[in-house]
C-alpha cells in the first residue's frame, strides 16, 4: 500500500518520501527497488531515491537475513535517527510505512511526528477490521488524526470479468462508518501488485494501465483533495 500510494503521487508531481518505520519488518527498500546506498554526508543521512521517490529504512544498515532485535529504547532512537539526522528536504508528503499493532512505534511516531495523519489500512473480513480499529482509536488517544480507511484485497477478477470477494465484503466500509471518516480506496487482489513487490517494480510502473494502477492514482487524487486536517501558519513558528 505505502510503496505503491508513493510511487502514485510522485507519478501525479508530487515530491514524496518513504519512511520505513517497521523496524523489525523492513522492506520498503526492495518492494520500492532501492538499488543505492544512503549517502553520508558528515553527521547527515541522505535517503536514496527510486522511482521518483526518496526512502530510507532499516534496511539499509543490516543484511537482509538478520533479524533486528532491540528493545523499545533502541528502536525509538532509531527512529529519531530516521527523521532528525536524515535530510528530507521540503517533501510534500512524507509516507510513513508502520508496523502491525499499537507498540512502541506508534508511541515514538505519536512524539515525533505530532502532525501525523492516519490512514488505516484493513482487509474486508471482520477479523481484520477489529485489529484495524484498534489501531486507529490508539492513533486518536496520542491525538493523531485518522483521515480516512483503505480495504485491501477487496476482491479478485476473474479472467471472464467475476469479481469474486475472497475475503468477504463490507469490512472497510463498516471500519469506516464506525470511524467517522471516509473509505478512501478499495484495492483489488491483483497479481501484480505481490510480483511487484517482490520483483521491486512498483504495480503502478510496471502495468500503469491496470486495475491497482488506476485504484492507486485516485486514492492518491483523494488524498490530495483532502488537504491536510490542520492548517499550521508559518508566520506563527516559534523561532
Known sequence: ????????????????????????????????????????????????????VRCLSMGFFVPDDTPVIWRGPMLH??????????????????????PPGTG???LSLGQYLTKTEVLV???PQPAAQRVAQRSAYAARKLKLAVRGVIENMSWFTGDD???????????????????????????????AVREGSDDGIPAVVAEPDGEAAAVFAALGAAIVDMGPSRVYRSELTVR
Not at 502514485?8 to 508531481?13: M, P, R, T, V
Not at 469474486?164 to 467517522?180: N, P, R, S
Open 104 to 106: 512502541d512505534v506508534t
Open 121 to 123: 489500512v484493513t482487509t
Open 77 to 98: 532512537k532509531a527512529l529519531e535517527q530516521f527523521l532528525v539526522d536524515a535530510y528530507w528536504g521540503e517533501p510534500d508528503y512524507l509516507l510513513v510505512d508502520m
Open 1 to 52: 500500500m505505502t510503496v505503491n500510494l508513493a510511487v502514485s503521487l510522485a507519478l501525479a508531481g508530487y515530491d514524496v518520501g518513504i519512511l520505513d518505520a517497521d523496524v523489525y519488518g523492513f522492506s520498503v527498500p526492495k518492494m520500492l527497488g532501492v538499488t543505492a546506498e544512503p549517502l553520508i554526508i558528515g553527521d547527515l543521512v541522505i535517503p536514496p531515491t527510486a522511482n521518483g
Open 161 to 191: 470479468g467475476t469479481r469474486y470477494e475472497l475475503f468477504g465484503a463490507g469490512g472497510g466500509q463498516a471500519l469506516a462508518d464506525e470511524l467517522g471518516v471516509p473509505l478512501l480506496a478499495q484495492v483489488p487482489l491483483v497479481p
